[in-house]
T-cell receptor, first 114, second 112 residues
Framework: DTGVSQDPRHKITKRGQNVTFRCDPI?????LYWYRQTLGQGPEFLTYFQNEAQLEKSRLLSDRFSAERPKGSFSTLEIQRTEQGDSAMYLC????????????FGPGTRLTVT | GDSVTQMEGPVTLSEEAFLTINCTYT??????LFWYVQYPGEGLQLLLKATKADDKGSNKGFEATYRKETTSFHLEKGSVQVSDSAVYFC???????????FGGGTRLMVKP
């Protein structure tokens, strides 16, 4: 059973560095989502793709954040010039299309900015 | 705007006790409602869902009923086990089904 996978699981970086995370969705899922979760809080939506098209972005996604899904399969989330406030768990999820379809989450990438 | 409010935790219960975790939501239209669970050291897992008013979602002994009149989706279980100790998140999607709004989570601790 291949669920949603994310890499790396943990990343420690110094402030000002760039980081990139990868997400591999469930193979037949055409939708892919990114969320951010800080300690003690629920996940917050960042952005979503349908196939390779990025269709929605949250105001939480500042100019330093960019996400891609070039071939409609895996996705990358890049954070440029990281700040301490970027420290969080970054979650990826995938689903099929549909207004009631459930999203399946990966294990997350925990980012610590020192 | 859209929001989800859950009862604050932690909720501490003895094994075999009855569990209720309250959840209310604010949303436009007719969202689908979800409960996700996060066990220690693991990712979010879908526990159950309901897609329309009066639907009851159920799984692993947990139940929740979509109450449109009170905009609620309370999670219940008749007899909790130590293995149910986890953080539970209530969520709803938007009309297009492409974004989830989560509550803050409720930590459940079950003692033997």
């Amino acid at each position: 059973d291949t669920g949603v996978s994310q890499d790396p699981r943990h990343k420690i970086t110094k402030r000002g560095q760039n980081v990139t995370f990868r997400c591999d969705p469930i193979s037949e899922h055409n939708r892919l989502y990114w969320y951010r979760q800080t300690l003690g809080q629920g996940p917050e939506f960042l952005t979503y793709f349908q196939n390779e098209a990025q269709l929605e972005k949250s105001r939480l996604l500042s100019d330093r954040f960019s996400a891609e899904r070039p071939k409609g399969s895996f996705s990358t989330l890049e954070i440029q010039r990281t700040e301490q406030g970027d420290s969080a768990m970054y979650l990826c999820a995938s689903s099929i299309s549909g207004t009631s379809s459930e999203q399946y989450f990966g294990p997350g990438t925990r980012l610590t900015v020192t | 705007g859209d929001s989800v409010t859950q009862m604050e935790g932690p909720v501490t219960l003895s094994e075999e006790a009855f569990l209720t975790i309250n959840c209310t939501y604010t949303a436009t239209g007719y969202p689908s409602l979800f409960w996700y669970v996060q066990y220690p050291g693991e990712g979010l897992q879908l526990l159950l869902k309901a897609t329309k008013a009066d639907d009851k979602g159920s799984n692993k002994g947990f139940e929740a009923t979509y109450r449109k009149e009170t905009t609620s989706f309370h999670l219940e279980k008749g007899s909790v086990q130590v293995s149910d100790s986890a953080v539970y998140f209530c969520a709803h999607n938007n009309n297009a089904g492409n974004m989830l709004t989560f509550g803050g989570g409720t930590r459940l601790m079950v003692k033997p």
